[in-house]
């Protein structure tokens, strides 16, 4: 990695933590430049400015989150299982999800210039419902949105508990069994 490329991940992995934490309105370029060791001219020079720098980092965490966890529609169970660990060792993702909803995109599509992303699972979706393997009856854009709700119900958006990496191993495990039945039940065939 070279210096520059070192640069802007100190930048980002500040500004992760910042906008995680405070928004995109209560984040502050100065503590970014303090906790990355850059000057405010530096963060600037590499991203723009602040709502540029928090579609960075937003952008950065959507994607790592879609290498991480690589989507096959005809394993719906075990990808929100896979998705629970992702969101647990990324609780930063939900956070970032829930302030871009809160502060930019209160309605409709969270993820503009990323639809292509979206509509590669939905046609997966479609192609493993004419398999027979997934139901028939529900839209395939439906599926793909109750799949990501379900696999984030542990995660930093949840209306009742939080995971963490504290939680014994066998509850992190009965939630990944709850939500593989809870997917293979309502959404999946046979």
């Known amino acids: 990695m070279t210096t520059a490329e070192q640069t802007r991940q100190r930048i980002l992995d500040a500004a992760t933590e910042e906008f995680a934490t405070h928004g995109i309105a209560g984040a502050r370029v ?8 850059m000057s405010k001219p530096m963060i600037y020079a590499y991203y723009g400015a602040k709502d540029q720098l928090f579609d960075a980092v937003f952008h950065a965490h959507v994607i790592a989150n879609g290498d991480r966890v690589p989507f096959t529609a005809a394993e719906l169970p075990e990808y929100a299982a896979r998705l629970y660990d992702d969101y647990l060792a990324d609780p930063a993702l939900a956070r970032l999800v829930l302030w871009k909803r809160l502060e930019r995109e209160s309605t409709g599509y969270l993820y503009p210039s990323l639809e292509d992303h979206d509509v590669r699972h939905i046609q997966d979706i479609e192609a493993e419902q004419r398999a027979g393997s997934i139901r028939p009856d529900l839209d395939p854009a439906d599926i793909w ?5 379900t696999a984030a119900t542990w995660a930093q958006a ?30 999946c065939t046979g």
């Open 145 to 149: 949105s109750l799949l990501i709700s």
């Open 30 to 37: 100065d503590r970014i430049a303090k906790r990355s060791g």
């Open 158 to 187: 949840s209306m009742t508990v939080v995971a963490t990496s504290a939680d014994a191993p066998e509850v992190h495990q009965r939630r990944r069994t709850a939500l593989a039945a809870t997917i293979r039940d309502g959404l």
